[in-house]
């Protein structure tokens, strides 16, 4: 093995990337579409090349209506507004009531809930409806297995990056509990059976190609693939159930993430001790814990996305208080920086924040494909909006983060390898093995 690393190492050339290699951080805060009170808006996901941004503004107006509109929004490479946000619109017009929730890997197809007006005496009927944004038109998707005009209900929560598959929960024909779908615009709805012994279940986000369907039967967290059915994936070990939310899944879909409840997680602020929820990834078989921040009060975390390869997850963590007055943080995990508040990636060349002071970036909704931008929801005071980063490139490569790829990172990383430390676990399978060492010198000769 040393004698390997020596004729390595002997032979490389120092590769010292520029930054824009990396990409430069920036911040931007999303603008409200709406005018009234308590204004608000939300970011809920990112399109695959990092471009559009889609999610909802809400506010109260004037005669105390709540209002909701879906917006799409597109952001230039430099973190800047190039257009929007503009309306997706509604189902029925004149009702302003959307929610934008996912959007295809090139911004063109948008999936979401609208409010479809129903005919129906002596008054008529608002029904949430899945939606499918696309050409500037909004139509609803209707409900599995009913005719239109009737009161079901639908949801729609993710597009796949080809934009051929939304997902989401749907009523039934006969009126039951909702079903987790996959929809086409060819095929139309396809439900999934629930996971044995449960009813609701909800499809929250598919594989690039739609082929992988993860969700939630009954709090329990499945996988779907048209050979396997509905799968639930195994628990957390040491945990008691898979009890959970699964939201996240990678490109290929061989990697899922989201939330479950934690082995040693836990909140007594009521007296006794309530089971939390921790984030997880799961892949090879094994449902892995991520952790949490730290945090003052209790502890729970969700993961909410991830990136192409799996290397990058985004969601959020409690860092201080309880299951009720809790505040929660986004944060940015990776194998090699495990999980960091994702503020504290958005700084310049120096380390100098780009965020000010007075904003905590509460969660994080979803990941670009290269895992370098980053959308959710902020706080600053009383204000409530949506927020847009850019953070550096994770490189498997650049082992000591210096953005530059030299044979130090190479000493590096076998150092932490021999020592079997957890940033070692290039490939992120949890297991350190001989695979690491390929997989990052793989990744260091391709200066990434």
Known sequence: MRGARSSVIGSCVVLALAGSAWGQAWYLPIPSLLTGTADRTNASAISRDGATVVGASDSVNSGGAALEDGYVLTITPTGSIASGPTSVGAISPGNFKSDCRGVSGDGSVIAGISREVIPASPTPQNRDRAFRWFGGSIASLGVAGQPAGTFGTSFAYGVSADGNWIVGSTGTNSGGAGRAFRWSQAGGFETFAPLPGTGA???????????????????????????????????????????????????????????????TFVDSSLGFPIPQAEAFRFVGGVTRRLGGLPSSGSQASTAAAISDNGLVIVGESRTSGDLITGLTEAFVWTPRWGMVPLASRVVDAAGNPLIPGSVRLSEAMGISGDGTRVVGNAVDGSAIFGYVVQIPRYCVGDHNDDRAITPSDIFDFLNDWFANLARADADGNGVLAAADIFDFLNAWFANC
């Open 201 to 263: 279940s909800f499809a929250r986000a598919a594989s690039g190609d739609g082929s992988v369907v993860i969700g939630d039967s009954a709090g329990l967290c499945f996988r779907w693939t048209q050979a396997t059915g509905t799968v639930a994936i195994p628990a957390i070990a040491g945990a008691g159930d898979n009890f959970g939310i699964a939201l996240g899944v990678s490109f290929d879909g061989s990697i899922t993430g989201g939330a479950m409840t934690s082995p």
